[in-house]
């Protein structure tokens, strides 16, 4: 979902030499082979949008697999970036890498501060690793490397498998089932209590370009600016979208994660940057997605 949002922010931004590999064609956990791509290529940019990401139960469940795919992949590009002379790199953290009960919004300075959300705590983990690889190469070797921390994200090919999706994709996929199927309820997991922030991934790929020409610094950057929603509001939002009028249900014995998401934009928003879109626009957008390609 990423990479393709960042292949088409690149092109709208008027960049013509792209270069990207699908999972299938290169496995960047391979030192030896992601070596040989940037070798054979000689990227100026690098923007790593690859990653292992799921949702609450994905990351809960296999804290093991976050914690080595996205280290190995992080570290072989960050590396390459450095031993191949790129200009510049972006590495994409992501907003459960703050503290779980940090101030509201969450400040980039509060980082390091306290004990993450334990559900994805392997995932976390390596992400502060990737930020942290970043600003080592900065100061020892004066690499231009950046790390943006972009907030829940949602849209076009997002993940739809139960077992893996984030929350929009999931509901989505469910009641949209649900309505077809004539089924008269589902189930949510938790309270529906928590509140997540959710910006649309081609306003975060918009922000990531933005970031390669008006950001050099160490410390990493939020991109929000996004909607604030109940994860019970979302539901409602979801249902009118799917046309499912059925019974929801609420799973309290999955967990709710941390109790609220909502990332400061204050620092982006004083480089020039704000998103642009509506989140009902592209909730909408997301659903004729699935419908598209999925259901
Ligand atoms: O989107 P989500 O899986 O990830 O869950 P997080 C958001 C909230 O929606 C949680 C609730 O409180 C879930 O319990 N929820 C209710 C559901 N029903 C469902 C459902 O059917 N599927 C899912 N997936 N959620 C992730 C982190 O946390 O955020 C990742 O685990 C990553 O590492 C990602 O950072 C951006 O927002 O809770």
């Not at 090919?157 to 498998?161: C, F, M, S």
């Given at each position: 979902m990423v990479g393709r949002a960042l292949w088409r922010a690149m092109e709208a931004a008027g960049f013509t030499q792209i270069i990207g590999r699908t999972r299938a064609e290169l496995d960047l956990r391979d030192a030896v082979a992601t070596d040989e791509f940037l070798q054979s290529e000689k990227p100026d940019v690098i923007l790593i949008a690859a990653a292992k990401v799921g949702g609450i139960e994905a990351n809960r469940t296999q804290p093991a697999d976050f914690f080595f795919d996205n280290l190995q992949i992080q570290t072989n590009l960050i590396h390459g970036a450095h031993t191949h002379d790129a200009g510049k790199l972006l590495f994409l953290g992501s907003a459960?890498?703050?503290?779980?009960?940090?101030?509201?919004?969450?400040?980039?300075?509060?980082?390091?501060?306290g004990p993450v959300e334990p559900t994805n705590d392997g995932y976390a983990a390596a992400k502060l690793a990737g930020l942290k690889m970043c600003q080592a190469y900065r100061e020892?070797?004066?690499?231009?490397f950046i790390t943006a921390i972009p907030t829940n994200l949602f849209g076009q090919?997002?993940?739809?498998?139960p077992e893996r999706s984030h929350v929009i994709p999931a509901l989505i996929a469910k009641y949209h089932a649900a309505k077809t199927n004539g089924d008269d309820s589902v189930t949510n997991w938790g309270t529906g209590d928590p509140r997540r922030e959710f910006l649309n991934v081609d306003d975060a790929a918009e922000a990531c370009v933005y970031l390669l020409d008006n950001y050099s610094n160490a410390e990493p950057i939020n991109i929000a600016g996004g909607t604030e929603i109940s994860i019970r509001e979302l539901n409602n939002k979801i249902a009118a979208l799917t046309g499912y009028t059925g019974a929801v249900e609420w799973d309290t014995e999955k967990p709710d994660g941390m109790p609220r998401k909502l990332l400061d934009n204050s620092r982006l928003t004083e480089l020039g940057w704000q998103p642009k879109t509506d989140f009902g626009e592209k909730l909408k957008l997301a659903f004729v997605d699935y419908c598209e390609r999925v259901a």
């Open positions: 459960c890498i703050y503290p779980r009960l940090a101030e509201q919004p969450m400040r980039e300075d509060s980082l390091f501060t020892q070797h004066g690499c231009d090919h997002d993940h739809y498998e």
